[in-house]
């Protein structure tokens, strides 16, 4: 599978955007989905993740009850919808694919990277 994101911007403090990542491949429907992201001199970091039929999602505290993740296997694409942006949220946004087994929450558990999106929110 290949990964394309996008959606990313500027928006103010209290804003919205949604970002896609949209999947090649006719295998999307068995991948777990995850979305990472970096800021600036910072390690890449767990977002958000959904199993493969979209049953079940994960957040990191950070994010969680401010973001939503969830997928569209009929259309390859897996979306985060991110509500009441803080500047802290300012990074580059990657969506990752991965099988079974480990765990959604570490990196180095993901076959399949996106190129990432640029989120910015300003104060």
């Known amino acids: 599978v290949q990964l394309q994101a996008s959606g990313g911007g500027l928006v103010q403090t209290g804003g919205s955007l949604r970002l896609s990542c949209a999947a090649s491949g006719r295998t999307f429907s068995s991948y777990r989905m995850g979305w990472f992201r970096q800021a600036a001199g910072k390690e890449r970091e767990f977002v958000a993740a959904?199993?493969?039929?979209?049953?079940?999602?994960y957040y990191a505290d950070s994010v969680k009850g401010r973001f939503t993740i969830s997928r569209d296997n009929a259309k390859n694409t897996v979306y985060l919808q991110m509500n009441s942006l803080k500047p802290e949220d300012t990074a580059v946004y990657y969506c990752a694919a991965r099988r079974f087994g480990g765990s959604d929450y570490y990196a180095n558990e993901y076959d399949t990277w996106g190129q990432g999106t640029l989120v910015t929110v300003s104060s």
């Open positions: 959904i199993n493969n039929r979209g049953g079940s999602t």
